[in-house]
């Protein structure tokens, strides 16, 4: 049991509880070396293995590490023993924002600059495929600034686990801020629900009461399946109608992120954040497998150990090919770590098939494509992103006539929007040329189908 003043790791002395929950505690803490105060969740892994809360956990760290933002609490380091899960955060001083509220409403430039930051964060989430889907006063913390802060993503999920119709079916978050979709139980978009919610919560800040609000729950949910809600005397017009759109409990006319950011009553003295592209961490040790796996000994101090990447290639050397080679590539160990931000495939197809393929891709995805010399395209997105337009280089190196290195890398745009786009629409749309990609294993018939077809001298 951890008590007030021992010292956690050698690194932390433990201040008073400001929390708890049926699976984890919540402390106050003092970083010994710094001097920073942070907040430490100290998760009992014996509890949430036995009601196999373990993905929950996993998800929750895992998305705290993706969503790098001014307005969400950053996550500093997670560190785990045999029986207990660390997560160290960022302490949020100002406490909730729902003590704020109880004393009564907002008045509207406080209001409006808390829903400001809770929408840029919002959006910010959605731009990594991360959905909070428990958007509420209490989730959501201020700093020793004033300054709004998105917290606890137990229920949050990735834009991944959408179901065959693309929509989302677990049932969850506060009924008062929970969307109509959300309840009716018929599959929902996650951006769209975070988006009900972040309108519940601006009206209840100018209000200082909810909008949907009954002692019968049934009669409540009644109220929010039609979206009936009534304006106090002293919200303006503009308000009313952002509301009214936003509130909206028909998911295709209801207001997007876009067009909310886009609203005059919303821009007025807005503040944009200044945001750290996370291509500045490891987006490789995203992922909290390792936590509930300890060495025997019972310490593991620092489970986010991250993976040494390989630099890109300039020539294709003897030793440059056999490295793209499955189970070959040693180049991290004469390398420094750097953020991987290209991908290499091989592929037995002919240069002109390669990019007959990256063309049809680029027609559904709609791309611009444009050959350069040298085998080099240049994909080019249609659309305006957070950090300019995503512009993708792919470069085909001849090894053999029917043996083609290909290389993928981002030249301009946002990293974690890249990454996205790769993994989930350009790398399933390649499997039908792809030999195997750098450090995989190929398929056993594919792999004998290139040794009959490629002179052993590939490799010199």
Not at 407 to 424: A, F, I, N, P, R
Request: proline residues 3%.
């Amino acid at each position: 049991m951890e008590k007030k003043g021992s010292v956690l790791m050698q690194r932390y002395e433990l201040g008073r509880l400001l929390g708890q929950g049926t699976f984890a505690k919540v402390y106050h803490a003092r970083n010994l070396v710094t001097g920073m105060n942070v907040a430490i969740k100290v998760v009992d892994k014996e509890k949430v293995l036995k009601v196999g809360m373990v993905e929950q956990i996993k998800r929750e760290i895992s998305v705290m590490r993706l969503v790098r933002h001014p307005n969400v609490v950053e996550l500093y380091e997670v560190m785990a023993t045999k029986t207990k899960i660390f997560i160290v955060m960022e302490y949020a001083k100002g406490g909730e924002l729902f003590n704020k509220i109880a004393k009564g409403k907002l008045k509207v430039d406080v209001a409006r600059r808390y829903f400001q930051q809770l929408i840029s964060a919002v959006d910010f989430c959605h731009s990594r495929g991360v959905f909070h889907r428990d958007l509420k006063p209490e989730n959501l913390l201020l700093d020793e600034n004033d300054n709004l802060k998105v917290s606890d993503f137990g229920l949050s999920t990735f834009s991944e686990s959408k179901c065959q119709d693309g929509l989302l079916h677990t049932t969850c978050g506060t009924p008062a801020y929970v969307a109509p979709e959300v309840i009716n139980r018929k599959g929902y978009e996650g951006c769209k629900a975070d988006i009900w919610s972040c309108g519940v919560i601006l009206f209840v800040l100018l209000a200082g009461y909810l909008p949907f609000h009954d002692q019968n729950l049934m009669e409540m949910y009644r109220q929010i399946g039609k979206g009936e809600v009534k304006f106090p005397k002293w919200f303006g017009l503009e308000v009313r109608r952002l509301l009214s759109k936003i509130l909206d409990p028909n998911l295709k006319t209801r207001i997007s992120m876009a067009k909310i950011m886009e609203n005059s009553w919303f821009k007025r003295g807005l503040e944009k954040p200044i945001v750290i592209d996370i291509e500045k961490n490891d987006l490789a040790s995203l992922h909290a497998d390792g936590l509930f796996e300890v060495s025997e000994n019972g310490s593991d101090s620092n489970t986010e150990s991250k993976q040494q990447q390989a630099k890109p290639c300039n020539n294709l050397n003897a030793f440059d090919i056999i490295s793209f080679s499955s189970g070959f590539d040693l180049s991290s160990l004469f390398e420094d770590t750097i953020q991987k931000k290209e991908m290499r495939f091989t592929s037995y197809k002919p240069a002109s098939i390669i990019i007959s393929k990256f063309e049809e891709i680029c027609k559904c995805l709609r791309l611009k494509i444009t050959k350069k010399d040298g085998g080099l395209l240049k994909l080019e997105s249609s659309k305006e992103r957070r950090k300019g337009t995503l512009n993708i280089d792919a470069e085909i190196f001849e090894i053999t006539p029917l043996f083609h290195l290909v290389e993928l890398k981002k030249s301009d745009g946002d990293t974690v929007e890249y990454q996205m786009l790769l993994h989930q629409e350009i790398r399933p749309a390649l499997k039908d040329i792809v030999w195997n990609w750098q450090g995989e294993q190929p398929h056993e018939l594919q792999h004998e189908a290139v040794l009959e077809e490629q002179p052993t001298t590939i490799f010199y």
